[in-house]
């Protein structure tokens, strides 16, 4: 790693405490206008890192700005993942892809405080600002490539991510069928799974798991077409927040995708899926039917059943749903 990668790493371990120059050139092995030049470069970059005289260094405790060492310290040795954050990309699950085209293992996970080309179901447009949300995608190669398991990555995504946002923020979020997180009646976060087949054998090379989140709301609020509809997960800055959502969200994620036969997480899923027992309407297509959400099984298929009694299993790849007013 660079020297201003090391210096944030030591920062990040040591939050709010101060260390001159010298002992933190000491540390990292380097000289003191390396650490000097490694601080202005963290400084330039938005780090709130404070410079006192006969005390030293410290970054701030009450920071949050992403970044792959703030991750990191929250995951255990158990947990290796090739963390990559970014200032801004077009999109994060079209990085990620051209890395696993490229051959990068299981575990790559890239990170941005910004999208300006982010994506959500049927190529739908995902809102993601600079500065307020999390956007991060995680790249899978399934052991067994069967389409069930990549569809199922979806649904444990989605509990691993309101078990990591009550870990962060106490605040309990619920499921809408099947992948749209919900805080209070408004989303909150999306996401988005998408596969590489090889269509000789019909088997899946690899998944791309994204997930795109309001951790604040942007500033001068939501755009209009949104403000009625989204939400986020904090009313102001939270110490570290991204970070630690970012890390709890791995820690969560991998013992469900690790164990995917186990039912732990269907069990998880249904408790929160909050359009159960509920009047929706399911559109495939252009047609719309109205029904009742009556269950979810052991896959994550919603079973539902139509005004006229006709009851049906319903997967994600066919169709959306929407709640009737």
Not at 29 to 48: C, D, F, I, M, N
Not at 101 to 113: D, H, L, Q, Y
Not at 200 to 216: K, M, P, Q, S
Request: aromatic residues 8%; proline residues 2%; hydrophobic residues 40%.
């Amino acid at each position: 790693m660079t020297t201003k990668e090391n210096l944030l790493a030591f920062f990040e371990t040591h939050r709010g405490e101060y260390f001159s120059g010298e002992a933190i050139a000491q540390q990292l092995s380097v000289s003191r206008t390396a650490v000097w030049k490694a601080v202005k470069s963290l400084q330039a970059e938005g780090y709130s890192i404070d410079a006192v005289t006969n005390k030293g260094y410290c970054l701030a405790e009450e920071t949050d700005i992403l970044s792959a060492q703030g991750i990191k310290k929250y995951l255990t040795h158990h947990e290796i993942f090739d963390i990559t954050v970014l200032p801004v990309t077009e999109s994060t699950n079209l990085d990620v892809r051209e890395k696993a085209n490229a051959g990068a293992p299981e575990g790559t996970f890239i990170v941005s405080n910004e999208q300006t080309k982010g994506r959500g179901r049927r190529q739908r447009s995902f809102y993601s600002p600079a500065k307020t949300g999390l956007y991060m995608s995680l790249l899978l190669r399934p052991k067994e490539n069967l389409m069930q398991q990549t569809t199922n990555i979806t649904t444990m995504a989605a509990v691993a991510m309101c078990e990591a946002m009550e870990k962060v923020s106490g605040k309990h979020a619920v499921i809408k069928w099947v992948n749209d997180i919900f805080l209070d009646g408004k989303k909150l976060c999306g996401i988005l799974t998408e596969a590489s087949f090889n269509m000789e054998n019909a088997r899946v090379e690899y998944a791309v798991l994204g997930i795109g989140t309001n951790v604040y709301e942007p500033e001068g609020g939501f755009p209009a077409e949104l403000k009625d509809v989204a939400t986020a997960l904090f009313a102001s800055p939270q110490k570290d927040a991204k970070n630690r959502l970012a890390a709890e969200f791995l820690r969560h994620f991998m013992p469900y995708y690790q164990d995917a036969a186990g039912s732990d997480y269907v069990d998880a899923y249904r408790k929160r899926c909050f359009v159960l027992g509920k009047e929706i309407m399911v559109l495939r297509g252009t047609q719309k039917r109205e029904a009742t959400a009556l269950d979810v099984d052991e896959h994550c298929h919603l079973l539902v059943r139509y005004n006229d009694g006709e009851e049906e299993t319903l997967s994600s790849g066919e169709i959306s749903i929407r709640l009737k007013k």
